[in-house]
């Protein structure tokens, strides 16, 4: 058995995930968001999709993006 490295639970179905350099223990996916899904820049949301990125941040919508100072993110593809 196993123990989730974000709530603790031992299971004996846990899986692992593997990004750049961090690994992480999950029972669930929704444990493995709040684990290692990115953060939205501006307002801290858990970024499941795509996100809207510039060179150096990541943020969850063009409408937070926009809020940040990045005037020209859109959701569209025009």
Do not use: L, W
């Not at 949301?45 to 409408?63: F, L």
Request: charged residues 20%.
């Amino acid at each position: 058995m196993a123990t989730c490295d974000v709530c603790g639970n031992e299971y004996d179905k846990v899986f692992e995930i593997t990004h750049q350099n961090s690994t992480g223990v999950f029972d669930s996916f929704e444990c493995a968001i709040a684990g290692m899904a990115p953060q939205c820049a501006h307002c801290g949301t858990k970024i499941i999709g795509h996100g809207v990125e510039d060179a150096e941040q990541i943020y969850c919508c063009a409408n937070c993006a926009r809020k940040a100072g990045q005037s020209q993110a859109t959701d569209r593809v025009s």
